[in-house]
């Protein structure tokens, strides 16, 4: 499996910027293989937040539509989350992600960093 290291979280407040990152252990260049982040807050369920696939589609989710962008960079083998217009709703944990579409659309993908927290105050 990738190994996938993510970083980059912080306390901001609200309307501020951070950017996340995440450093795979190997690349797979596959026009169905997604690179993404979910995010978990306390007491909710996890979700998924944005991905984008070998063939640089993204998806975002509505709630961070025109706020974050998904993008990465296969010379450093790094995918990254910039997030702007942050929100106190943002605050959660971030982990980013990787798998295949099969396996990645159904909620499990197979590689997961190990998280990186969010806050955002008011």
């Known amino acids: 499996q990738v190994q996938l290291v993510d970083s980059g979280g912080g306390s901001v407040q609200s309307g501020g910027s951070l950017r996340l990152s995440c450093a795979a252990s190997?690349?797979?260049?596959?026009?169905?293989?997604?690179m993404g982040w979910f995010r978990q807050a306390p007491g909710k369920e996890r979700e998924a937040v944005a991905d984008?696939?070998?063939?640089?589609?993204?998806r975002y989710a509505d709630s961070v539509k025109g706020r974050f962008t998904i993008s990465k960079d296969s010379a450093r083998r790094t995918l990254y989350l910039q997030m702007n217009s942050l929100k106190p709703e943002d605050t959660a944990m971030y982990y980013c992600?990787?798998?295949?579409?099969?396996?990645?659309?159904?909620?499990?993908?197979?590689?997961w960093g190990q998280g990186t927290q969010v806050t955002v105050s008011s």
């Open positions: 190997l690349w797979i260049y596959h026009r169905t293989y997604l």
């Open positions: 992600a990787a798998d295949y579409r099969p396996q990645y659309i159904s909620g499990s993908p197979r590689s």
């Open positions: 984008i696939a070998g063939d640089g589609s993204t």
